[in-house]
Structure formats: C-alpha cells, structure tokens
Nanobody, 125 residues
C-alpha cells in the first residue's frame, strides 16, 4: 500500500530554517504530483507548495520566496526547505501524493489521494 512518511519538523525561532522530508513507498513516485499542505490549530488545511512529475513547482503566496519544494525520484522523496520562518508558519505539515492523471487544481487537497501523518513545525517569536 502507499505510504508517505514526513520527518524534519521541530521548534525553531522566527527567522530560522527547517527542512522537511517525505519518503514515499508503494507507488511509482515519478508519476505523481507531490504536494505539501499545512494546518494550524483552529484553521482549515491550506496549500503550501507542490511539485509536478516534470518538476514544475507552485507555491502559496504566503510562502513564495521563503519555501522551496524539491524531489528526488531516485530516492522517492520530496523535500520542503523552509527559510525565514515566521510564527504564522506554525502548523502541522502534511505531504500528499496525486497521480498525474487526477484532475483538479494542484492547490486543492481534493486532488490528492494519499496523505502522510504530518509533522509539527513550531516557530517561536
């Protein structure tokens, strides 16, 4: 079965950096769009970034210029580099996978079939 396992979350001061990773198994990784979403306490889950099977990237406006998504098809991993972190970035970050043939906007969580368990990112002021 498909499994997505995130790692790399933690506690960091404002202005700091973290690198999240997501290891995927049970799928043909290179055929999937890989997305990152986050959910803060009391808020709905929101789109953060995505990278397509052709390595095209898309970002939420709130993270553009600070976060970078990348993938390594040889290792079945997708990463999210978080720089210049702000307290508003505090959330549980989820990795998600969407087959390339799925329809719908990359920014919509309904496009993604598989989800990881999430990793907590906490940014202190």
């Amino acid at each position: 079965q498909v499994q997505l396992v995130e790692s790399g979350g933690g506690l960091v001061q404002a202005g700091g950096s973290l690198r999240l990773s997501c290891a995927a198994s049970g799928l043909i990784f290179s055929n999937y769009v890989m997305g990152w979403f986050r959910q803060a306490p009391g808020k709905e889950r929101e789109f953060v970034a995505t990278i397509t099977w052709t390595a095209t990237t898309f970002y939420a406006d709130s993270v553009k210029g600070r976060f970078t998504v990348s993938r390594d098809n040889a290792k079945n991993t997708v990463s999210l580099q978080l720089n210049t972190l702000k307290p508003d970035d505090t959330a549980v970050y989820y990795c998600a996978a969407s087959p390339s043939y799925n329809t719908g906007a990359y920014t919509h969580d309904s496009r993604y079939d598989y989800w990881g368990q999430g990793t907590q990112v906490t940014v202190s002021s």
